[in-house]
C-alpha cells in the first residue's frame, strides 16, 4: 500500500513540470533550450524572455548573449520577464 501511495506522489511530481510552462509555450514563436538547463522564449512580436532551469522568469541584460544546448550564442534584444512570469503564473493559478 505505501508503494502505491510513493508512486502515485512521484507520478504526480512528475507531471507537474509538463504543464507549467502551457500558456507560456503557448504565447511563444521559438523556445530555445539553453545550455545551462533554461529556455529562452522568443515570442510572436520578437521578443525574449529567459526562463531558469527551476522554472522562473530571470532578468537579462540586453546586449548580452546567452549559450544554447546546441552550441550557439544568441544575443539578448529584449527583456521581457514581467510578461514571461505572469504566463508562468497562470498555470499556477496566479
Partial sequence: MKSQIFIAALLSALSVPAFAGHAAAQAAK???PLADGGTLYVFKD???AQESRFGRAVYQSIGASVATKDGRNIAITSN?????SSLLEQEHGG
Avoid: Q
Fill in 46 to 48: 520578437g521578443k525574449m
Fill in 80 to 84: 521581457e520577464v514581467a510578461r514571461l
Fill in 30 to 32: 521559438e523556445m530555445v
